[in-house]
């Protein structure tokens, strides 16, 4: 019997999937179906070592087909990535 849920578990349990894992980052996916949109949250590497999160609307773009619309997190699931984050060892303090 388990005790403690992984946090790709726990965030499982709010709708996010994993669907992509390496070693420069991972991807999530959330179906919101009362608005209609994919939420998707990165969590990304970068050469500078200022790793980012970013979450945001999959199929949102302005009229030049450029940039995506942000999607706020809650306390709870920015938690959680910041946890997977320090997991796959990309969270940086800078």
């Known amino acids: ?3 403690k ?3 790709d578990e726990k965030l499982a349990d709010i709708g996010f ?3 992509n894992e390496n070693k420069y980052g991972v991807d999530y996916e959330r179906k ?3 608005f209609n949109y994919t939420q998707v949250v ?4 970068k050469r500078s070592g200022r790793h980012i999160l970013q ?3 999959k199929d949102m773009k302005d009229e030049y087909g ?3 619309t942000c999607v706020g997190l809650t306390g709870y699931e920015m938690k959680l990535f910041l946890k997977k984050m ?3 060892g990309l969270y940086s303090k800078m």
């Open 1 to 3: 019997m388990k005790i």
């Open 42 to 45: 990165s969590i990304g590497h």
């Open 66 to 68: 450029v940039g995506n």
């Open 55 to 57: 979450s945001y609307d």
């Open 5 to 7: 849920k992984t946090v």
């Open 32 to 34: 919101d179906g009362k």
């Open 17 to 19: 999937v994993k669907v």
């Open 86 to 88: 320090k997991q796959i």
